[in-house]
């Protein structure tokens, strides 16, 4: 079974909105943390929210207040809402998951293989 599946991505206008959805393993439903990341043009992987077992939420800043994370548990399925889109938040997102407390990129084990979004202006 493949870990962490992404979806959802796709071309929208500035202004538009885009939800991305990812399901994942049994295996990835056992870790601490699970959360959304993505790599824009030219830019190291940046988290963009997560949460972890405790209910904790983490949203990084530049997306924060555009953007909110979601889980179903009965789906294994993992929601990042995006508002407001700017052609800045152009890039790949990815859903990872691992034991890190944090969520930090570096430290996520498990990794999907990223849906593109793509904003125009």
């Known amino acids: 079974q493949v870990p962490l599946v992404e979806s959802g991505g796709g071309s929208v206008k500035a202004g538009g909105s885009l939800r991305l959805s990812c399901v994942y393993s049994?295996?990835?439903?056992?870790?601490?943390?699970i959360g959304w990341f993505r790599q824009v043009a030219g830019e190291r992987r940046e988290k963009v929210a997560s949460f972890d077992r405790t209910g904790d939420f983490d949203y990084w800043s530049p997306m924060k207040g555009r953007v909110t994370i979601s889980k179903d548990s009965g789906k294994n399925t993992l929601y990042l809402q995006m508002n407001s889109l700017t052609p800045e938040d152009t890039g790949m997102y990815y859903c990872?998951?691992?034991?890190?407390?944090?969520?930090?990129?570096?430290?996520?084990?498990?990794w999907g293989r990223g849906t593109l979004v793509t904003v125009s202006s």
């Open positions: 049994e295996v990835v439903a056992n870790k601490y943390c």
């Open positions: 990872g998951a691992g034991d890190q407390y944090g969520c930090s990129d570096w430290a996520m084990e498990y």
